[in-house]
């Protein structure tokens, strides 16, 4: 249903500024003419045309608009996937973004997923997890904040069900996901962001993850932690944050140390043709824009109903045009009989 609402286009401030002090001026117009009304030549059709120009003026300056309901959405021919790691490596406080203050890679990988999101406005996202296995949670959607949702949930495998780090097993559901996204919208740009320390434990080769590059417009490698790393916490069901439970190297019976590799993720990012970035207390997404990104759009329908301001100020200014070509043309003619 449509409804009549102010919305100006300057913003409240300005525009509420600009409206008073044409309301001003029209007073002021009709002041005048009342007190100079025996001593002037100004008649009153001009008084009211004067006034109603400033008075329309302030009308325009609030930006009238209507209000509508609708189910359609613009959205950016961008497609960003993002695949986040959530091995029990991520559990590691040894992480900075942005600052000094040491936080779990898991946690940076939130605000870096929110961050991501962010640069891209009115774009479409799709998020997966990796760890034992890479799942697809959130299809593409138009819903940024699905995804920053998404990511709030994200936490770190049970220690029980790791089974050592590898990095290539988001690659099949990456596959099947950019796939899909091109044959849906072919003209779309797909970026993809890969979010992990690096690290891997597993003793199997890593398979490439050059069978992307033919899907993908543009890819990103975000490394998280620090090469001096960290010990890993235990995670699960049955243990506390903080309660001092470590996993421990088989090999040496101690606390077992994690460390990002940052050259592993710049060897997947040549994969990829794509940048790699390491995230740190000066380096943030900021910087992990993609040059790559589409500036076209595309109409879609959606299930959410939303609301759609239009601003009418058209018929004000074509009055405001008409009466200014009525003061014209009487300037005009008492010019001409002046002379």
């Keep these: 249903m449509n409804h009549l609402t102010l919305s100006p286009a300057l913003g409240w401030p300005v525009g509420l500024a600009v409206a008073v002090a044409m309301l001003a001026c029209a007073v002021a117009q009709i002041v005048l003419h009342i007190r100079r009304r025996g001593q002037s030549d100004e008649t009153v059709w001009a008084c009211v045309r004067r006034s109603l120009t400033c008075m329309l003026v302030a009308v325009m300056a609030l930006t009238p608009s209507i209000v509508s309901s609708t189910n359609s959405r613009a959205i950016n021919t961008t497609d960003v996937v993002v695949a986040v790691d959530v091995t029990g490596s991520m559990a590691v406080k040894d992480a900075q973004y942005g600052s000094d203050e040491q936080l779990s890679r898991l946690d940076v990988s939130k605000q870096a997923v929110k961050d991501i999101t962010a640069m891209y406005p009115n774009s479409s996202f799709a998020a997966l997890r990796f760890g034992a296995s890479g799942t697809l949670d959130v299809p593409l959607t138009p819903d940024s904040k699905a995804i920053d949702n998404w990511a709030d949930t994200l936490?770190?495998?049970?220690?029980?069900?790791?089974?050592?780090?590898?990095?290539?097993?988001?690659?099949?559901?990456?596959?099947?996901?950019?796939?899909?996204?091109?044959?849906?919208?072919?003209?779309?740009?797909?970026?993809?962001?890969?979010?992990?320390?690096?690290?891997?434990?597993?003793?199997?080769?890593?398979?490439?993850?050059?069978?992307?590059?033919?899907?993908?417009?543009?890819?990103?490698?975000?490394?998280?932690?620090?090469?001096?790393?960290?010990?890993?916490?235990m995670t699960g069901d049955s243990v506390n944050e903080g309660d001092g439970q470590w996993v421990t190297d088989p090999e040496t019976g101690e606390p077992g140390v994690s460390r990002m590799n940052a050259d592993d993720m710049n060897t997947i990012a040549d994969e990829l043709s794509g940048t790699a970035i390491q995230l740190n207390a000066t380096t943030t997404m900021s910087s992990g824009a993609s040059k790559e990104a589409s500036g076209q759009w595309r109409v879609t329908h959606t299930t959410k109903q939303r609301t759609r301001t239009v601003a009418v100020v058209w018929p004000f200014a074509i009055a405001v045009a008409l009466l200014l070509a009525f003061e014209a043309g009487a300037w005009i003619t008492q010019s001409r009989r002046l002379l």
């Design 155 to 233: 936490a770190p495998e049970s220690t029980s069900v790791s089974a050592g780090s590898t990095l290539d097993v988001p690659i099949d559901q990456l596959l099947l996901t950019c796939k899909s996204i091109h044959e849906q919208h072919p003209d779309d740009a797909i970026v993809l962001y890969l979010i992990s320390d690096g690290e891997q434990t597993s003793s199997k080769t890593r398979r490439t993850f050059s069978s992307l590059r033919r899907y993908l417009s543009d890819a990103f490698t975000i490394a998280v932690g620090s090469e001096q790393g960290g010990n890993i916490p």
